[in-house]
């Protein structure tokens, strides 16, 4: 999950402003849920590599 200073940030661009609130939920959501999916699969690929060294 963003901080309040990153939210602050983007919500701040005027690209964003433009858009009605709920777009701007719905961008933010989706943008924090691949980074959590790429951090979760990045943390799998390093175990499975550490796995195959042993």
């Known amino acids: 999950m963003f901080s309040d200073e990153v939210l602050e940030k983007i919500f701040a661009r005027k690209e964003l402003q433009s858009l009605p609130l709920q777009v701007q939920s719905s961008i933010i959501h989706a943008i924090e849920n691949v980074l959590e999916e790429d951090s979760k699969n990045a ?12």
Do not use: I, M, P, R
């Open 43 to 54: 943390d799998k690929q390093s175990v499975s590599a550490t796995g195959n060294e042993l």
